[in-house]
């Protein structure tokens, strides 16, 4: 850094997450931003230069296009801090208007990852790329998906499944995650930090941890972190963190009822689909059915063709379990639903902690 010039770059939060994740080598193969070339082959093909299947472009955009030389080192910043560096290439532009189609599958503004392209200078710079020790984050949690990714404790990763989140562990994950806890030997839950949790990442691992205690399970979750901009692209984003997960070592990972959704503009199973259209991934995937609960007994089971319930036998009317209906009651405070969609010793936990769920 010595030797960069004094023009500097300033980053984002996601462009600084990807940084991380480019240098750390959990974007393997992908070592750089992408140039020009790349961006073509992944938005287009899904797949890089080598080959291998690749759904998600990962670029620097700048908001202004500041002269700078071919070949030249240039400091980058996040919240004036130095983080890191470039070894500048090249300018170039991207068609949005093409990119939000081949990506997002729409030009809707309803569609907040088309929202946020178009929101965004028309500045990418293709380069080469270093990262700062001291700039990696030191989360507890995330130095543990970093021991992994580097091969150490290989054993525990011979039976693993991954069950990757953003928010607290309501009863549909609960249910989905002792299925898996009785099929794999080892269950990683992978909490995604991005600039946009709707719960406070530290309440997230303090609640897995709070319910390990409490939990009767075969084998105890074992619990990690990345950090992860929000991409907005829903089975491109599902396959995308596949390969992180794959990358990290864990052999399996659970892609469930509307994997890393957005709104209504994907369909339910379409992140379970994509992988059967995109052959040569050595990630193996779980799937699973929505988890639906009994509004008679208040048991959970996974969707099927009929309306009876395994526990109390009768036909009853079910409702699917999701984020946005528990963060609904939890921010509403009605009890008699929080109690449906939580386990009592989370409810216990949240109590003591109501105002650290929010970031």
């Excluded at 080959?51 to 030249?72: A, D």
């Excluded at 130095?143 to 989140?165: P, R, Y």
């Amino acid at each position: 850094l010595s030797n960069s010039k004094k023009k500097f770059i300033n980053i984002d939060k996601d462009t600084f997450f990807n940084l991380v994740n480019l240098c750390t080598g959990l974007y393997k193969p992908l070592r750089n931003f992408c140039n020009y070339s790349e961006f073509k082959l992944i938005t287009k093909k899904n797949e890089l230069k080598s080959g291998q299947k690749w759904t998600m472009p990962i670029l620097l955009s700048v908001k202004n296009k500041i002269q700078l030389k071919r070949n030249e080192f240039y400091i980058i910043k996040y919240k004036e801090k130095i983080v890191g560096c470039v070894k500048f290439f090249e300018y170039f532009q991207i068609n949005k208007k093409q990119f939000s189609r081949d990506v997002f599958h729409t030009n809707s503004y309803k569609h907040p990852g088309v929202k946020k392209i178009y929101s965004n200078k028309n500045y990418f710079i293709d380069g080469e790329c270093f990262l700062l020790d001291k700039a990696i984050p030191r989360n507890k949690y995330f130095l543990k998906t970093l021991k992994l990714l580097s091969g150490h404790n290989k054993n525990i990763l011979k039976s693993s499944v991954g069950f990757s989140t953003r928010n607290i562990c309501h009863r549909g994950h609960e249910f989905i995650q002792d299925h898996l806890n009785k099929n794999f030997k080892n269950l990683f839950v992978i909490v995604i930090q991005s600039s946009a949790n709707k719960y406070n990442p530290g309440l997230i691992f303090k609640s897995y941890e709070y319910l390990n205690k409490f939990k009767s399970r075969k084998n105890e979750i074992k619990i990690i972190t990345i950090y992860l901009p929000l991409f907005f692209a829903g089975p491109r984003e599902a396959f995308f963190q596949s390969k992180i997960i794959s990358n990290i070592g864990i052999k399996r990972l659970l892609v469930g009822r509307d994997h890393a959704g957005v709104k209504n503009f994907y369909g339910k199973y379409d992140s379970q689909n994509i992988f059967s259209k995109l052959k040569g991934h050595n990630q193996k995937i779980v799937k699973v059915k929505e988890p639906l609960l009994c509004l008679k007994c208040h048991s959970i089971k996974f969707k099927d063709k009929n309306n009876l319930c395994k526990i109390c036998k009768s036909k009853t009317k079910f409702v699917g379990i999701n984020g946005v209906n528990v963060r609904k009651s939890l921010l509403r405070n009605n009890k008699s639903i929080i109690r449906l969609f939580l386990n009592n010793n989370l409810i216990n936990f949240f109590n003591k902690n109501r105002g650290l769920i929010y970031k």
